[in-house]
């Protein structure tokens, strides 16, 4: 079964830094582009970043350029985000998931069909 | 990148059939045939529905259904039950190697 599980979730200042893991579990993770997404309370979804199964490819949002940085371990089946310069519109709870996958065919697209429960950020003084 | 367009909300009484829209450009919807779509029920982590413009996941019922014009992908659903209220948001890949989400669209069951 396939599982994605977030933490390091909490409470930060502005300005503060915060580094946020996924848990994979259940496929093989060395073989999958990784995703996050985040979503304000009581808004909409937001794509974060996304880096490649090797992780030599990685792409941002233009709101968070600079300030995030994805990474993963493949060893250890571990996804990372680590936040800084950390602002008050970055409250969010914060998903990790998995690129798209059809068992069926062995396609991969660009999609995301298995997600984490999502880990709360909350940026405020 | 803008969210993409999708209209606030959407109702319709059990049985019947409702769809919504979701409104990009040329440099995502238009551009690549990689439009998705996500349930939501409060609380809850989001789930496929549809992936590549029409194409359903194991398990996800084939009262969804998805299609693209030009620019502007659509979900229906039909047989409206209580269990499909719930936000649904569209996604697209774009040209920028990135993904952009719609607004989203909260469908009330009546």
């Known amino acids: 079964e396939v599982q994605l599980v977030e933490s390091g979730g909490g409470l930060v200042k502005p300005g503060g830094s915060l580094r946020l893991s996924c848990a994979a579990s259940g496929f093989t993770f060395s073989t999958f582009i990784m995703n996050w997404v985040r979503q304000a309370p009581g808004k909409g979804l937001e794509w974060v970043s996304s880096i490649s199964s090797s992780g030599s490819d990685i792409y941002y949002a233009d709101s968070m350029k600079g300030r995030f940085t994805i990474s993963r371990d493949n060893a250890k089946n571990s996804l990372c985000l680590q936040m800084n310069s950390l602002r008050v519109e970055d409250t969010a709870v914060y998903y990790c998931?998995?690129?798209?996958?059809?068992?069926?065919?062995?396609?991969?697209?660009?999609?995301?069909?298995?997600w984490g429960q999502g880990t709360l950020v909350t940026v405020s003084s | 990148q803008s969210a993409l367009t999708q209209p606030a909300s959407v109702s319709g009484s059990p049985g019947q059939s409702i769809s919504i829209s979701c409104s990009g450009t040329?440099?995502?919807?238009?551009?690549?045939?990689?439009v998705s779509w996500y349930q939501q029920h409060p609380g809850k982590a989001p789930k496929l529905m549809i992936y590549d413009v029409s194409n359903r996941p194991s398990g996800v019922s084939n009262r969804f259904s998805g299609s693209k014009s030009a620019n502007t992908a659509s979900l229906t659903i039909s047989g409206l039950q209580a269990e499909d209220e719930a936000d649904y948001y569209c996604s697209s890949y774009t040209s920028s190697f990135t993904f952009v989400f719609g607004t989203g669209t909260k469908v009330t069951v009546l």
């Open positions: 040329s440099s995502d919807i238009g551009d690549y045939n990689y």
């Open positions: 998931a998995r690129e798209g996958y059809d068992s069926l065919t062995g396609y991969y697209g660009p999609f995301f069909d298995y």
